[in-house]
């Protein structure tokens, strides 16, 4: 069982703006920075987020990342059909003294 | 452009010994933790633990016990073996190259091998 909480699916429809919550603790999300990552079906993850809210380069500006306390989240605005996949959170846990994922949130283009 | 592929047994019958080994090509070896992380079938990601250039290793405590992870800085791979495997070791396991920014504790994946199937079953 994960030490960071998502909400399993999240939708929207083209166009619109979906935001996923990763929900932690003072060990991870509140003294680490969180990473989002990507995993479209079939394939291997894709970095989208670090640093909180930095983008790689490449990744279109609709994916932005936030964090408050010991919670972070993932907005999606404009939403388009090649968004629909897994997201994932990740952080480091000062407690475990390991790298954590979130539970996952599949996302959902209607 | 970094690439990573891996490589090892995709069968295994229980109380075996998991071994996959990631190979990489272009990029520096060096600066940056090589890490392996497991997805079991329709799951979410499990990391595994890491080995940074110099040898020096950290594992996710759930596995420590069972996990070796090891580096060839020459041949610019690293290595993972995994003891007593059960079916609860079923997944598509990856390996990725992290980087640790200024500042935090979190590695960043930023490259990801394709991924290998190992599947446990007597």
């Known amino acids: 069982q994960s030490v960071l909480t998502q909400p399993p699916s999240a939708s929207g429809t083209p166009g619109q703006r979906v935001t996923i919550s990763c929900s932690g603790s003072?060990?991870?999300?509140?003294?680490?920075?969180v990473t989002w990552y990507q995993q479209l079906p079939g394939t291997a993850p894709k970095l989208l987020i670090y640093?909180?809210?930095q983008r790689p380069s490449g990744v279109p500006d609709r994916f932005s990342g936030s964090k408050s306390g010991t919670s972070a989240s993932l907005a999606i605005s404009g939403l388009q059909s090649e968004d629909e996949a897994d997201y994932y959170c990740?952080?480091?846990?000062?407690?475990?003294?390991?790298?954590?994922f979130g539970t996952g949130t599949k996302v959902t283009v209607l | 452009q970094v690439q990573l592929q891996l490589w090892g047994a995709g069968l295994l019958k229980p109380s075996e010994t998991l071994s996959l080994t990631c190979g990489v090509f272009?990029?520096?070896?060096?600066?940056?933790?090589w890490s392996w992380i497991r997805q079991p079938p329709g799951k979410g990601l499990e990391w595994i633990g890491e080995?940074?250039?110099?040898?020096?290793?950290t594992y996710n405590p759930s596995l420590k016990s069972r996990v070796t992870i090891s580096v060839d800085t020459s041949k610019k791979q690293f290595s993972l073996k995994l003891s007593s495997v059960t079916a609860a070791d079923t997944a598509l396991y990856y390996c990725?190259?992290?980087?640790?920014?200024?500042?935090?504790?979190?590695?960043?994946?930023?490259?990801w091998g394709q991924g290998s199937l190992v599947t446990v079953s007597s």
């Open positions: 003072s060990s991870n999300i509140g003294s680490n920075t």
């Open positions: 640093n909180d809210n």
């Open positions: 990740a952080v480091w846990d000062d407690s475990l003294n390991g790298q954590v």
């Open positions: 990725a190259r992290g980087f640790l920014p200024a500042g935090t504790w979190t590695k960043h994946f930023d490259y």
């Open positions: 080995i940074y250039h110099t040898g020096s290793t």
């Open positions: 272009g990029g520096s070896f060096r600066g940056y933790y």
